[in-house]
């Protein structure tokens, strides 16, 4: 075989194969390519366009890609639109008693509301409003108060710390200076429903004596046995409590608070018709002193009104 021998040289074969065999007849040199000779020869850069002309002249159908042709859907005719069961919901009624089973719902619902309330106001806060003039000028106590016209205020009263007291077994004693809310010991219905709650300060303590004398307030126990004016240790008095109480009323009253109960008084403590509370002097009503069980709670917080928004 001649490897310089170019294979644009081959002539193409007629369709009997008569072409190729009178040249190799004529021209005996010529070489004759066998198979294993075709398949063993490797083509040349220079050599492939030629394999390419003599490829088209031998007619052999080069396989060339194609894209894939899209499919396309057969034609669908037009057709009205029709509402799908998704489209129209409707309610589902079962035994044509869907009303019932709502009337039942709505009825679960307040009575979840009622209870949560109630519970709420048992054991967690209560709102109370103040009425009259007893707490003045730290609590304003509405038209009915010395100062016409003034709001009257609105407070919250956190049950927690008598609540858990509760649950620990114990009873809930407050602090001195405290104001706190509690259940009127001499109410009764004839009174109305205002005077069944009460708001003072806690002045006495279980086991103390509680003295007025001289237009002064005095506590007595074992860390003070000559007696002490506690006013001046509270820190959530009115900024002019001073000008209005320059003389406590109530002369002559001298209690020893019991055990288990607190002696109150109203911050509106001169003279002897503002405040009705655990003093007794100069023959003045009295509410005596007032059982731990009545407390409801300390009061924790004025909401209203607004601009004098204040924790205490």
Not at 21 to 50: F, G, H, R
Not at 214 to 240: Q, S
Request: glycine share 8%; proline share 11%.
């Amino acid at each position: 075989m001649n490897p310089q021998r170019p294979f644009s040289d081959i002539t193409p074969p007629t369709p009997d194969g008569g072409a190729l065999k009178q040249q190799q007849q004529q021209d005996p040199t010529t070489p004759t390519l066998s198979v294993a000779e075709n398949i063993q020869s490797q083509p040349t850069p220079e050599s492939t366009p030629q394999l390419a002309q003599v490829a088209r002249s031998l007619a052999i159908p080069i396989a060339k890609a194609t894209a894939p042709q899209p499919k396309i859907a057969p034609a669908i005719p037009n057709q009205p639109l029709v509402a799908s069961p998704i489209e129209t919901p409707r309610p589902k009624v079962k035994n044509g008693v869907s009303w019932l089973r709502d009337l039942v719902g709505l009825a679960i619902f307040v009575i979840v509301i009622i209870v949560g309330a109630y519970l709420i106001n048992s054991f967690i806060f209560r709102s109370f409003n103040v009425v009259g003039p007893s707490m003045e000028p730290t609590l304003e106590g509405g038209t009915q108060g010395s100062i016409e016209g003034a709001p009257s205020d609105r407070l919250i009263v956190n049950r927690l710390p008598v609540t858990i007291a509760h649950i620990t077994g114990k009873d809930y004693i407050p602090a001195r200076g405290q104001i706190i809310v509690f259940e009127n010991p001499v109410w009764t219905p004839v009174m109305g429903e205002t005077d069944k709650f009460v708001v003072k300060r806690v002045i006495g303590l279980p086991d103390e004596r509680v003295t007025v004398s001289d237009c002064t307030l005095k506590v007595y126990n074992d860390e003070h046995p000559d007696g002490f004016n506690p006013y001046p240790d509270f820190k959530n008095l009115a900024a002019n409590d001073s000008e209005v109480n320059n003389c406590v009323g109530g002369d002559g009253t001298d209690v020893i608070v019991p055990s288990g109960q607190i002696f109150v008084v109203g911050d509106h403590r001169v003279g002897d018709m503002y405040s009705m509370d655990s003093r007794n002097g100069d023959g003045r009503p009295s509410l005596g002193t007032i059982p731990l069980k009545n407390i409801v709670g300390p009061v924790s917080l004025r909401i209203w009104p607004l601009n004098q928004l204040k924790a205490f």
